[in-house]
């Protein structure tokens, strides 16, 4: 920002403009006593705008509703801003635990906040499929709920006892986009095949592998060995749910999973290569995860590179895009530091300051943009997504934002002074710089240690 002398009052008419010559998603803010000049590149740029104004204005802008203790203004100055990357994802799983409708318009709220674009939906998974499909009724009324889950990660027997479940109808789906495409982001969804289905075999036992009798929505966390079964019916199945999920979600990329098949054999590589052909023949793009390099004969996908850099390496060097997602940095279910306070400490030890501190070290065209996951098997209501998410999210977002040169030593004091009071206005329980207040620990839920660094996740 280049300052001026002045503020102007906030909420004030903003004059807007388009101008195509700025680079795509930017935006230059003119603000003045008398008022503010937005001029945007796009609807994207012009949404990014309005965000900087809602920061600029202080944490109150981002209440509700206005409270009246104090006038709001903005300080006067230029802005000139536009984004890095233009895949700036982050990946909600739904389906180990459900989030109803109104939890994921929220978060859709919250990356808007955070200038994000990409709200990677994972609807499908073992433990629940939270897609209806009108074709296949058992999938709403068999697959979308399972009768209890683990409670923290054990092998042991023991479940919570308690009937878990939800799902999204199509016009909830539609709304769910409309409300992100409002907000300039575009809701990525992914039906995980071949693996992680479970919860369709459950339903539907001739997708499966030999009989398990009987099938059922899976009660445990972890990689399951069931995989579909890769057949001609199987694929005719998988394309008609993806007739579905196109008639609702107008995203050029969708996402088909293709990660953690044990036991997969080339029939199985195939059955993926033919979605993704499939999809193309839509005008779709595929997205999967770097597990389906090992198949030959792919369209041209999106590959989220989550296992390490040779598969982002590999993945561009076969042209595909490549969506950065390291799990040993950009999994926001892994525990935040090595307190014993620290809730459910799952996964790789991750502290906001080793997530700010992740430089892509791959530097290609390919490489189209970065990605948080918020996988869910500990994520038992919102306030432990919350807990998760914020603020390492921040730290994705600004790395995901801005350009390359990021300096953790000035980013954490913005983040304390500035940041965390937007998120208290939001109403965001994030989780606390130096830890978590007693109501978000679960001393009911130990962790055991495998390896120093890492303990088991889901
Ligand atoms: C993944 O973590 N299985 C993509």
Redesign the pocket.
Known sequence: MTPRSGVCAWPTEVDTHIDSDLPPEGYRLEITPAGITLTAADQAGRTHAQQTLRQLAGPDAFRAAAIGTRELTIPCGVIEDHPRFRWRGCLLDVARNFRTKAEVLRFIDLLSAHKLNVLHLHLTDDQGWRIEVPAFPKLTEISSWRTGSMVGRHDGPERDGRPHGGFYTTDDLREIVAYAAERSITVVPEIDVPG?ARAAIAAYPELGPEPESPWEVWTSWG?STSLLKPTPDTLDFLRQVFDHVLTIFPSPVIGVGG??VPGATPAHGRLVADLATYLATQGRRAFG?DEVLDTDALPPMVI?A?RDQAAATRAATAGHDVVL?P?DHF?LDHRQSDHPDEPIPVGYLRTLEDVYRYQPTLDDPHVIGIQA?L?SEHFDSVRRVDYAAFPRLCAVAELAWSPPTHDYTEFLPRLRDHHLPRLDALGVEYRPLDGPHPWQTRPDVPATAHRPNQLPVG
């Open positions: 992680h990689v990660d953690e995860w989220g989550w997602c799990e999994y996951q996988w």
